[in-house]
């Protein structure tokens, strides 16, 4: 089957996250395609992994959170084995069925289990006062003055003109259109901004007290990252058949351990952590290592990936 085949098998998945609005659980997202790199997604998320090509800090970062997710014995160094015997594990553990694939429910269970730091982060920066539950202005905060901000001809509604003007505040303005303006009707106000966030808190609000609770939440995050779940599971789906077979759930983090390996010594360690010279991209350019949203070999389970 055929990438674009399968793609359209998927489409009733998409269709509920593309169709939603935005929560306040998209501030994380706009703030990353600005810079922040939210979990590894926006311009400069596809990158090599754990960022060695972005200094010292990236780097011992990136070797930190391989360390903790595949150093299974804890003795402070991590070989490709070990590696592959701890993605076998995951793969083995979430094929429900036990026919050697993971289908698009299986994976997203196995996604959802590694993004979970993710999934409380973002519940932390909008729960400011720290009480356990986002209150309704707490999720209208941050989105409060969106269209002030973007509104670069100071007519209060977001529209082609403010898209057109200014490269990073363009691309931003286009993506609060796409998600904020329910009516497609090229104008976006800041009514219309916070309709849609209401809309969004009351539709995830299970036993209606006004507020969101992290179980509640959690509902939210999910719809809203599963086009990225998507994504992330036909990167490593390679030859489109919507399954994923262990061959190829081993393939993005094959050859991790030599990429990242700075002393050549067949292991990663403490001694690899104080290297900070970028090898380079010749080495190991296999496309292996690079895939739409932040896919490097991060994929599902990466050093962002929760």
Do not use: C
Not at 252 to 262: G, I, K, L, N, Y
């Amino acid at each position: 089957m055929r990438k674009g085949t399968k793609i359209a098998l998927m489409a009733s998945a998409l269709a509920v996250a593309g169709a939603a609005g935005l929560s306040s659980l998209a501030v994380a997202e706009y703030r990353g395609s600005h810079g922040g790199g939210h979990h590894g997604a926006g311009k400069h998320g596809g990158g090599h992994h754990g960022g060695w090509h972005k200094g010292k800090k990236h780097g011992r970062k990136g070797m930190y959170r391989m360390m903790a997710r595949f150093d299974a014995d804890k003795d402070g160094k991590l070989t490709q084995d070990e590696v592959n015997d701890t993605r076998k594990g995951l793969h083995a553990k979430h094929d429900a069925n036990k026919d050697g694939k993971l289908d698009l429910t299986e994976f997203e269970i196995l996604w959802i289990e590694f993004k979970n730091r993710d999934l409380v982060r973002s519940f932390q920066r909008i729960d400011v006062d720290g009480d356990a539950v986002i209150t309704i202005d707490e999720y209208m905060e941050p989105f409060a003055r969106i269209v002030q901000h973007k509104d670069r001809n100071d007519d209060k509604v977001l529209d082609a003109q403010d898209k057109g003007r200014g490269k990073h505040r363009g691309r931003g303005a286009k993506w609060i259109m796409e998600r904020f303006d329910t009516n497609k009707d090229g104008k976006l106000t800041q009514e219309e901004v916070d309709e849609a966030r209401k809309s969004q808190l009351a539709k995830h609000d299970a036993n209606k007290d006004g507020k969101l609770d992290l179980t509640e939440f959690k509902a939210r995050w999910i719809e809203f990252k599963q086009p990225r779940m998507v994504r992330s599971f036909q990167f490593i789906d390679s030859d489109g058949d919507a399954s994923i077979t262990v061959e190829e759930y081993l393939k993005p983090f094959s050859r991790v351990v030599a990429r990242m390996d700075r002393n050549e010594d067949g292991v990663l360690d403490k001694e690899d952590r104080k290297r900070r010279k970028h090898r380079g991209r010749g080495g190991d350019n296999d496309g292996s290592h690079r895939g739409p949203g932040g896919m490097s070999p991060r994929g599902d389970m990466g050093p962002r990936g929760g």
